[in-house]
């Protein structure tokens, strides 16, 4: 089941769930969006919009349902960490991009 983030508190949810590295690494994304997105509020104030939301897909059938459309596809990128490669997908949604993690 996909995992979204669209504030700082949905880390706690997530936290227990999915590796340190892995969070840590999508902790880094969120405040990259948050100092490119946000309009001056504190970053526990800040929320994504739900067509700006991070998505974490978990299952393989995800990952192929969302790149089965690549009219909407911007790009797919690698970024590897420590102990796994993550897939970074940005997908137009809204005139703009929206931001899929997937761990190979």
Known sequence: MMKKIQRLKDFK??????????VKYLEEEFFGLYE??????KVEDFILPSYQAMIILEKEEELNQLIQNSMELE???EDYLKEMVILRIGMRSWDDIQLFYYKK
């Open 75 to 77: 790009f797919m990128e």
């Open 13 to 22: 949810t997530i936290g227990g769930e999915l590796s340190k590295e892995l």
């Open 36 to 41: 490119y997105l946000s309009n001056g509020e």
